[in-house]
């Protein structure tokens, strides 16, 4: 795109602070990426300062701005500045709602500027407490000597494949299958996560690192099939792993099947699902990754 991407420290900066690397590398990402697709000349600029409300990250770029009666609805979900742009631009919407609520998790706030054909600056602050001397000494002796050759980044791990539990994400509005679904995975080895619907099963996908992710199709605000999308289009955009999911609905017909793996779903399930399917479904997914993971060390 002939877009410059540049970055600044700006001011004295601390050696090294405690707080969430995984969320904060997940919003630079998110508002980074941002900037890049709405921007098709000039630059994208990246800033992080030390204020006395925490440590402030600023992405600024020379793209194509949005207007100021937008700037409050574009961090609620699903909305873009303008219609047009999804078709533009692609996406759905979500990422600037998934920035702001990550963000809030860390005690921080977000905020833009921008105005049309002139650009936009997101910046956050988050509260972020300064190294012991200690643990800074620790984080500088622990780290590694700079590689001769790129190091493949760290979405492209494979799951858990060494008896470690698997990592599972079920997303389910209805309490009553939540604790079915507890039930039947009691005595498996993995640990469960619940999101109660789309956006909070993204935000946790955002933030988690999961081996399988159980699906509801049928669900308040985005549906299981619009979920899975948006989860295929992050992992393409930012290069990580691909993760299994299983579609979890009541309906059957074939056209329903084809419909979930059309989303990008591995596999369909129908409601009222029985423990055996589920936890052969589960062994499936497990036996998957064991057969990646040689094929990816041979």
Not at 59 to 81: E, K, L, M, S, Y
Not at 98 to 114: C, D, E, F, P
Request: overall charge negative; glycine content about 8%.
């Amino acid at each position: 795109k002939d877009v410059e991407l540049r970055w600044q420290l700006v001011g004295k900066l601390p050696d090294a602070v405690v707080g969430d690397r995984r969320r904060l590398a997940q919003v630079l990402t998110n508002l980074i990426g941002n900037a890049i697709k709405f921007t098709t000349a000039g630059r994208v600029a990246v800033e992080v300062s030390q204020t006395s409300a925490g440590t402030r990250f600023e992405v600024n770029d020379t793209g194509i701005g949005i207007g100021a009666d937008q700037h409050q609805r574009i961090f609620q979900p699903f909305i873009q500045a303008d219609g047009s742009m999804t078709r533009q631009y692609g996406g759905t919407g979500l990422g600037l709602s998934i920035a702001s609520g990550l963000v809030k998790q860390m005690g921080g706030v977000i905020t833009v500027r921008s105005e049309l054909g002139t650009g936009s600056t997101f910046a956050f602050c988050v509260p972020l407490a300064l190294a012991s001397a200690e643990q800074a000494a620790a984080l500088r002796a622990a780290a590694p000597t700079p590689p001769s050759a790129p190091e493949q980044p760290q979405t492209e791990t494979t799951p858990s494949t060494d008896g470690a539990p698997m990592r599972i994400l079920l997303t389910e509005d209805n309490d009553v299958n939540v604790l079915l679904v507890e039930a039947m995975l009691k005595d498996a080895r993995c640990t469960l996560d619940v999101a109660a619907n789309g956006e909070t099963a993204l935000a946790k996908f955002y933030a988690g690192d999961y081996d399988l992710i159980l699906m509801d199709i049928q669900m308040p605000g985005i549906d299981g099939h619009q979920t899975t999308r948006e989860i295929r289009r992050i992992e393409a955009a930012e290069g990580r792993r691909p993760v299994t999911v299983i579609a979890l609905t009541a309906h059957a017909f074939e056209r329903d099947v084809q419909r979930s793996l059309e989303a990008g779903c591995n596999a369909h399930l129908t409601k009222p699902v029985s423990r055996d399917a589920l936890l052969a479904a589960i062994q499936t997914c497990r036996e998957a990754a064991v057969e990646q993971a040689g094929l990816a060390r041979a």
